[in-house]
Every structure is written in C-alpha cells, then in structure tokens.
C-alpha cells in the first residue's frame, strides 16, 4: 500500500520590505559624559582664560566635557569690583562672574578655574593651600596655581559619575560663592 504523498509547498512570498520611516529613539548610555556648554561672550578680556581653565578642567576629569560655543549652561562675566564669585544653579550649570580689579591681584586663571570649580559642584576650602584650587585666595597673591588636586578632580569626575548619591545631592544643588577672594590691602603711598 502506498500512500501518495502530496507536499505542498507553500511557497511563502518573504517579504523583504523594510519598514521604513521608523525613528527608534537611541537612549544615551548612563555613562555618557555630560557636556557643559560654556559661554564668553560676556567674559571680555577673560574669554582665552575662560578656554584656558576649561581645558584644565577637561584634562582632569571624566565624565564631563566642557565645551565652547555649543550652548550656555555656564556664562562667563568680566566685571569690575564687588569680588569675583560664581552662582550654580544645578550641578554643571551656573553663571561665573570675574572681577577686573581682582584679577589684577590674584592669578586670573586660578580664580577661573576656582570659581568653574563650584559650577561643577566644589565648594570653598579656606585652608591656605596653595596646591588646592579651592583654597581660593587664602593661599594668598603670590599663589598662582590653576589646576584642581587629585582629591578635588576625582570629586568632581565622581559627582558626574553619579556614583557618590551624597556627593552627588550636595554638589547639584544650587549655591552662590562669594568672599572666595579678599581684597589685598590698598598699598599706602
Ligand atoms: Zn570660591
């Protein structure tokens, strides 16, 4: 006995029509580094520093890029008087404000990357060492140290790491530093 075998093939039409104009969303990776668009266009005479301390601040650090002209999370003022001082307004983002006549006394590159220091969430150390950044003007005129420790660098990487939850929440809040710089006695005569 022989059964007749009938195979059906099912010829299946593939269908190779891509499915087009289909935008998927591309979610940026949690380590992605954030990029803090700074702009000078208020910075004046301060502008090449303000480049000068944002490449400081790129070489010490991960997890951020500090960029020009892409955007302002951080305005950069030239002003005259009152003290140079910084305001955050969250982790990354603020307005820094350099004072002319201070400038003159004190290394305008220290007091630049000092006060982007606090924009990317370091607060003052008023310990008169002149190899932290954030000692400000309590390591005195002739300090003209520009560049963050290693303490304060990593402190910084790991705030834009999001890896310290405690650092994190007390480096993004917002904050205004003044008084990071004491006037010098006027010289008599
Ligand atoms: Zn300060």
């Given at each position: 006995?022989?059964?007749?075998?009938?195979?059906?093939?099912?010829?299946?039409?593939?269908?190779?029509?891509?499915?087009?104009?289909?935008?998927?969303?591309?979610?940026?990776?949690?380590?992605?580094?954030?990029?803090?668009?700074?702009?000078?266009?208020?910075?004046?005479?301060?502008?090449?520093?303000?480049?000068?301390?944002?490449?400081?601040?790129?070489?010490?650090?991960?997890?951020?890029?500090?960029?020009?002209?892409?955007?302002?999370?951080?305005?950069?003022?030239?002003?005259?008087?009152?003290?140079?001082?910084?305001?955050?307004?969250?982790?990354?983002?603020?307005?820094?404000?350099?004072?002319?006549?201070?400038?003159?006394q004190y290394s305008p590159l220290r007091i630049m990357t000092h006060e982007i220091g606090h924009i990317l969430g370091l607060p003052d150390n008023y310990n008169g060492n002149c190899s932290l950044l954030m000692s400000g003007g309590s390591a005195g005129t002739s300090c003209t140290n520009p560049y963050p420790s290693?303490?304060?660098?990593?402190?910084?990487?790991?705030?834009?790491?999001?890896?310290?939850?405690?650092?994190?929440?007390?480096?993004?809040?917002?904050?205004?530093?003044?008084?990071?710089?004491?006037?010098?006695?006027?010289?008599?005569?």
């Amino acid at each position: 006995m022989t059964s007749r075998i009938g195979r059906v093939v099912a010829a299946s039409a593939a269908t190779a029509m891509a499915t087009l104009g289909v935008t998927v969303a591309n979610p940026a990776p949690a380590s992605a580094a954030m990029t803090i668009c700074y702009n000078t266009s208020q910075a004046g005479s301060f502008a090449g520093i303000a480049g000068q301390a944002a490449s400081i601040w790129n070489n010490a650090t991960t997890n951020l890029t500090l960029s020009a002209n892409c955007g302002s999370n951080l305005r950069i003022y030239q002003i005259t008087g009152g003290g140079s001082y910084a305001i955050r307004t969250s982790l990354g983002n603020g307005r820094v404000y350099i004072d002319t006549q201070q400038a003159q006394q004190y290394s305008p590159l220290r007091i630049m990357t000092h006060e982007i220091g606090h924009i990317l969430g370091l607060p003052d150390n008023y310990n008169g060492n002149c190899s932290l950044l954030m000692s400000g003007g309590s390591a005195g005129t002739s300090c003209t140290n520009p560049y963050p420790s290693t303490t304060e660098a990593n402190r910084v990487s790991n705030l834009f790491a999001g890896t310290r939850a405690a650092e994190r929440a007390e480096g993004s809040g917002s904050a205004v530093f003044r008084d990071s710089w004491p006037a010098v006695a006027a010289t008599v005569g």
